[in-house]
């Protein structure tokens, strides 16, 4: 009954060639997949036999998981309700040439979740296994994992395999074998530069979920906005968000995402960026920055935390006391990126205590402060990530510590970092604030960021990577246009097998799956030039 | 009472200040203006006194305009309804610390239009008289206007003079006396290569009358898609539409825009591209497309339409009677850019006429079609837009023509254009599908198309000009922050006077007016980088 890939070539061989004559072609300059994948399966067969599905007599069965937890029910109601109301389809029954590869219509899904029925309360956690097969045949269709997380993945994956053909749902037999490359599939979000609301941030979970994201790295202050309100010091977002009231995130908001994103089998790691990008700390609490000196005259200014005074320790530890208790991601992001030394430099109680402490390098008083917040953290039994110039600059780290490499030349950063032990978590080419005119998925979707690697035990240490949505020009009104579907190029990459890099195969691919997204509620923009989704 | 620009220089003194310094600063990048107006009016003075405004005791009075178009009335409750519920206000009155500046509550903007009453189906035209002036002192406030466009801009003045202060709403004592630099202000949408819904569409209107632009050039239709639905041949986007039904604007579509567009002073141009960008009217009419040939052996491919058939012409002259029909402006814009030669080169039967012709160059060829399009519209009493190839490679135009530049050397074509003695249109920096990392729109500001015109007879041949979104990589979920606020930037370039070309002004001002779109229900994205809008 499985064909192999044969209809898929063909298929594939139909679209190029649609797509190299275009030059008197009307329509869509890419035509769009029908049911394929993204971000494409590990294995994947695929036959030219099909069922047709009625939605309002399809449904999931999930035997084995009676009592497990709700959410694996919550996300059967969201995909049965997705395959019903989001992929086109008239409910009066069409009349249909039915071939001989019609295998009859699809009812149920079967869901087998091997393995212990998990915890009500269960959290995602790094190295979760996400493995499922999927398996539509003659047989009927039967989803398999050994945990919840990989039945959610399989749920979107059995959603994306549904198409529409003349107003009618169809799936053809397949047989899927799926797991992720990289076990940190992230997307960081700056909502400091500019505050995004809490529904923003909840269509953008939805939208990771839809492209198999699994972490959301929240970047939640930085220079010039703190909108986290936090329990112990209220007033760093009553003077610090730039608004008290409708630019924070109250407690209950920072919940909401929390367990949004938990029953989408995506972690939430905070950011709270330390000594520099803290100017907004500064309106509440600006004891807790260096006073800048012109000519040794205080001249008003203020810079990075003060890393000589014991007050700025006790601040951190009571407020990321707090971020850890809140935040129940067992990592923590603790930034360290792009430490400005000027005003270091002009402080003369900086360089006094500089000279106390022999210290010869600015560099090894960053290092003496991220030293401090590292043991902190060890004592809150949380684990870190860091910015790459934290392990550039020499700080002592344990080797669980992540380092996130951000600069331009990032793959021999990685290498460093992998070759001292440690794990690396790759971002340099995967800015999405930076733009080109056009198409400008494919540079994040060419991206490898294992390419200097060599061994299993190296590559094992590339925890994986993150898309990177920073703040400054991007408000509530753009930033999904702007984000999808460019960062799903980054999404497949980080997913897929390592051989998956054809651009010419992916832009079909992508082409569905933009319009996909746009079908259930995300704004995304076209990915290939002109083109239509009703 | 009007104590000059002084307060307003200290303004911009004291924000320019706080700019500078922001490497210590949280907040917004930019601190927004309060109550400046976008564009520029071409003389204000604004005073320090004020007056407060209670949205639900302030009315418009307009004493002469009685029996005028009952658009005024229209726009009058439109504008009240900004007023009311677009700037921040609440309405239990706060206790507020009345100074020597405060002028008390006004409560009237009397409307003073002079000149005949117009008719009630109006429309606007190139070189409408749009000037105004607008008085607020102690008083009270008067708009004065010869015309009812000249009321429609003054009353988008006055709405954006009105600023909230501890949520009370302020108007300063100002005294403007404002009329447009160019007669021609435009911004083109493309809805072939994406289809971009009515709605969508009527946003862009709202946001074009917010910086009073004042022609939509409307290029319909192109090689991917055919939305129009034609009278006369319905074929057209039966066949080439995306859709026949979803992809398509009905003959009521077109007349809810140009209404919708009339009555805010904004004139339609539609633009039916010809010979080239013609592909999409193939699929329903492919003989009117020249036949590609390989080896003298015709290939199956379709070219540019075919310049040596009479059914060519005789269908072009009945669509475009039906659409001069349907389109009330004088001008139609017939393209004729980026014609391709190759399938003309390769057609046998093309080369024979040429021969018959004594046609010595393919350009030539062009020539004469665009020749018999420039009669069809001769004897249907319309003018038209062109773009450049077209002046470029000699059809002789009638001096009534505006010759549409948007290529790279801009400049100097327009130089050309009229010293021939045609009129300009230019765009060629003012594309808005050009993008840039960070904040882009300083690049469209600075542009100045009028550089190398000199004498006042050259400067009055330059109409202005157009910024342009084409539709190849913006969709409905995209386009309005795609062109917001960076075509407002090309707004004020066409409005306001030619030394109005500060960019730390225009930033400040420019903050605000992002801002303000956003709270009108437009989806700009931040023009400055980090930045609120509450």
Redesign the interface.
Known sequence: MIVGQIKMRLFIFVSLFWAS?F???????IQASKGAVWPKPQQQEISETYYLIRPHSFTFKSPDHIGCPSFLDDALTRYWTIIATTISSKLEEKLWKLDDNFLGYLEILTIKLFGECPNENILPELYDNENYTLTIDSDGAVLTSETIWGVLRGLETFSQLIYSEQDTLMINATKINDFPRFPHRGFLLDT????EPVPIILQMLDAMAYNKFNVFHWHITD????PYKSRTYPELSDK?A??PV??VYEQSDVKKVIEYARVRGIRVIPEFDTPGHT??W??AHPELLTS?FTDNVVNG???PMDPTKDITYNFINNLFTEIVNVFPDSYFHIGGDEV?FD?WKSNPDVNNFMKQNNFLSYEQLESYFIQHVVNILDTLSSKYLVWEEVFVNGVELPNSTVVHIWKDNGLSTLNNVIKAGKYGLYSSCWYL???????DWDAFYKCEPALLLHTEEEKKLLLGGEACMW?????E??V??RVWPRASAIAERLWSDESVNDISDAQIRLEEHACRM?KRGI????PN??????
């Open positions: 004559t030059a008197i072609r009307p329509g869509p300059v400091s530069r500019h505050f220079d010039h906005s703190f610090g730039y608004h409708r630019g100017r907004s500064g309106v800048c200014q203020l810079g400005e005003c604030s930076v733009l080109h005119s056009g198409s703040g400054e020009y991007v408000n009104y753009s999904i246009p746009n704004a995304a923009q076209p030039g002109p083109g239509v989704c009703f």
